[in-house]
C-alpha cells in the first residue's frame, strides 16, 4: 500500500525575478512562491490542505518564475497576493530543480514558456476556513527587506529574513493547532536506481529522502511495522491509512554522496516510536537488535 500523491497542473503567472545568486553551495536556501486566485482558481484548495493533513504532506508541482538555479531540499513558501486575505499559505521543500515548460494555468499566456519544480508542501491553509500568515506580519526587522509584493515566484529570501520567517509561520501554525511533525535526521524529503545525497539543513544536517525510494519499500514491505507489527490504518482507521517511517539499514550518513539505494535491501517500513529507538543512541540498532529488546521487555 503506497502513500498517495496530489499532483495538479497550477502555478502563477509572471513577472519575473532576475534574482539568481544562491548563498552558498552547502546552504538550504529559502525562496517564495506566489499563488493569485484572480488568475488561477485553485479548484481543490480545501480538498488538498485536508489531504495534506491526513498524510503530512503533499506533493504537486508550482511555477517558480524564470527562477534556474534550486536545489531539491530548497525550502519554499506560497504567498497569496491580489486579493485579501494576503499572506503566506503554505510551506515546504523543492523535489526538483527547475525545469522549462509551457504554461497550462493562465489562458491569456497558455503557450508561453516558464519554469516549474515539482514541491512537497509539509503545511497548506486554505484561507476561507484557516486564514493566512498576513503581510502585516511580515515587515518587521529583515523581513521588510523582502519583496513580498512579487507577482511571480523564485524571489530569494536572505538567510536572516528566512529564519524569522520560519519563526513567525511555526507560532502561526502552532497558535492553530496545525504544527507541523518533527522531523527525524533520516527522514527528509528530496528528489529503477535511486540516488541519495546532497546535505541539506532542516533543524539537524539530514540527507534528502528520495520519495520514489520510499515508494518503493512501502510496495514492496508494506506499511506495517517490521519491528514491533503496528499498522496505523487498523488503529486509526482512514486517519492511519498508507502512514509509516521509513528507516534506512545503513545510516545515510555512513554511505557517501552517492549512494544506489536499494528499496528492498536497504529499507525498512517502522513506527515512529521504533524509528526514534532504532536511533536513541549514537550507534545505530539493527532491525533484530531493537527486536529482542522488545522480546524481552515483554517477557
Known sequence: MGSSKW?????????????????????????????????FHWDGLAEA???????????TNWTCGRRKHMDPGDR??????????????????????????????????????????????????DPAIDGVLPRGALNQGPLADVNWGAQSGGIAVGAEAAELLEELWAEHLAG??????????????????????ATTRIAVNAYERNPAAREACIQRHGVMCVVCGFDFEALYGDLGKGFIHVHHLVPLADVGRAYVVDPDADLRPVCP???????????????????ALLTRGES
Request: contains cysteine; hydrophobic residues 40%; glycine residues 6%.
Open 7 to 39: 499532483y495538479s497542473r497550477f502555478g502563477m503567472p509572471a513577472c519575473w525575478s532576475d534574482q539568481e545568486t544562491r548563498e552558498g553551495e552547502d546552504a538550504m536556501n529559502t525562496f517564495l512562491l506566489t499563488w493569485n486566485p484572480e488568475r
Open 49 to 59: 490542505a485536508r489531504e495534506l493533513r491526513r498524510q503530512g504532506f503533499l506533493d
Open 176 to 197: 492553530m493547532g496545525l504544527v507541523p511533525p518533527p522531523v527525524i535526521a533520516e527522514e527528509v524529503a528530496a528528489p529503477a536506481r535511486y540516488v541519495e545525497g
Open 76 to 125: 519554499v513558501f506560497l504567498i497569496r497576493q491580489g486579493v485579501e486575505p494576503r499572506g503566506i499559505v503554505a510551506s515546504g521543500h523543492a523535489l526538483t530543480s527547475p525545469v522549462s515548460r509551457e504554461i497550462d494555468f493562465d489562458e491569456k499566456r497558455l503557450g508561453a514558456m516558464t519554469n516549474y519544480i515539482d514541491v512537497r508542501f509539509d503545511a497548506l491553509l
Open 273 to 291: 516510536n521504533c524509528h526514534a529507538m532504532l536511533h536513541r543512541h549514537s550507534s545505530v540498532l539493527s532491525i533484530d537488535e531493537l527486536k
